[in-house]
């Protein structure tokens, strides 16, 4: 069965404190990888997308298949950061012929204190 | 400038009264997806469309329902709904592994 771990339901640090969010995952084949970010009465958005390894408002996530982790970090983390933080691997669709499917981890809260 | 968008963003319904949430898309995207995400928790698919071709996810209830008459519009059709459906209702729109892009959501609340 397809599964996605966050382990940290919250997450604490200071403005221009590394911040690092977990995650890891358990799936069959070779999932596209994804971090979805939603702020404070925002819509779910696209914070990070393996495939295209570009870094966004600071953030990158380095996959290590070995561990099935995709974790995802900031060196210097911003009060405007303070968001809920998702984690969703996506099956299927490859080749933009068919559709992906996404599943979500439990999301993590992230709270930077000025 | 909104890609995906859903109406009403406030829907309050009696117990067992019939329901439907709309979407609608500026994208042209081919799937259109319905999420419910309940309060602390993720969002959980439970279908989407492939153009016409509707796919239900083999744990989602049959008090759900779909309509995509077209391109740009999907519906959410809840037949009778209970005090558990309570929910944020999300749309999102897609291309096979493409980004996912999120409408604002539809908050239920059954009465």
């Known amino acids: 069965a397809q599964r996605v771990t966050q382990p940290e339901k919250l997450l604490s640090v200071f403005k221009g404190a590394p911040v690092e969010l977990k995650c890891n995952y358990s799936y069959s084949g070779s999932p596209e990888l994804f971090w979805y970010v939603q702020y404070s009465r925002q819509r779910l958005q696209l914070l990070l997308r393996h495939i295209s390894r570009e870094s966004i408002k600071g953030f990158t996530a380095d996959l290590n298949k070995g561990e099935t982790s995709f974790h995802l970090k900031k060196p210097f983390a911003q009060e405007e950061d303070s968001a809920m933080y998702y984690c969703?691997?996506?099956?299927?669709?490859?080749?933009?012929?068919?559709?992906?499917?996404?599943?979500f981890g439990q999301g993590t809260i992230l709270t930077v204190h000025p | 400038d909104a890609m995906v968008i859903q109406n009403p963003r406030y829907q309050v319904t009696q117990f067992g009264k019939p329901v439907t949430l709309s979407c609608s898309q500026t994208?042209?995207?081919?799937?259109m997806y319905w999420y419910q995400q309940k309060s602390s928790q993720a969002p959980k698919l439970l279908f989407h469309y492939y153009d016409k071709d509707f796919n239900n996810e083999a744990d989602t209830p049959d008090n759900f329902q779909s309509r995509r008459p077209n391109t740009s519009f999907c519906f959410l059709d809840i037949r009778s709904p209970g005090l558990g459906d309570a929910a944020m209702y999300l749309c999102a729109t897609g291309r096979g592994r493409e980004t996912q892009y999120f409408g604002p959501g539809t908050r239920l609340l059954v009465l």
């Open positions: 969703a691997p996506c099956s299927g669709g490859a080749g933009g012929t068919s559709y992906g499917k996404l599943t």
């Open positions: 994208l042209n995207h081919n799937v």
